[in-house]
């Protein structure tokens, strides 16, 4: 059992959350989490990049000189890849580079990369995170308070806030996720997590609902 402390906006201790980092994961399959993560990177890929083979760059097909009797080395066309201008051996081709794994071991991935931010001690608690209207200098007021300035960190809200997202947008190496979008490798990426106490009662509450 992990006694997290929650903080408020002005980095004041107001409280503790109790969480078992087990209950979120039985266990941490490291194998699981490379390959969840791989999958991510790979759909981002765009596979777009793409070469002209010496069947699709412009020339004459015509031998250039006969085969012997010149002096010179044995030529054909001069789309050859040997000779500038000429098409590439192997070529380029687009290709998709996506794929999908199980969606149970997505999900399953998923809160192993939570489980494992609680027990490696980066996960920090906010009671509430709530503006009124989008204030960059205010949550970097906050992020400096908590000790998360000068870091890769993930916002992690119950719901997605269209002030709190407007608010970190602009601030470096800082990302605003809701709960139903986090993912193995946007909470793996950052070195924190800085997650509000709603949005880490949803997530108790979904993972006592899927092993239910």
Known sequence: MAKLPVYNATGKQVGTYDVDPADIAPNI???LLHDVVVM????????SAKTKSRAEVS???????????????????????VRRGG????????????????????KSA??????????????TVI??????????REMATILKALSCDG??????????????????????????????????LSVLRPRRLLVTKAALDSICRKTAATTT
């Open 40 to 47: 991510y990177q790979a759909n981002a890929r765009q596979g």
């Open 29 to 31: 399959n490291l194998q």
């Open 151 to 184: 870091q890769s960190v993930l916002v992690a809200t119950e719901q997605h806030n269209e002030n709190v997202y407007k608010s970190a947008r602009n601030i470096q190496c800082v990302a605003v996720s809701p709960v139903a979008e986090l993912n193995a």
């Open 59 to 81: 020339g004459s097909t015509r031998k250039l000189y006969r085969q012997k009797g010149t002096g010179n080395a044995r030529a054909g066309s001069r789309r050859t890849n």
């Open 87 to 106: 098409g590439h051996a192997f070529a380029k081709r687009r290709r998709d580079f996506s794929y999908r794994l199980p969606r149970k071991a997505i």
């Open 127 to 136: 009671d509430e995170l709530a503006f009124a209207a989008p204030a960059t």
């Open 110 to 123: 998923t809160r192993m990369a939570i489980a494992s931010k609680i027990q490696d001690d980066q996960v």
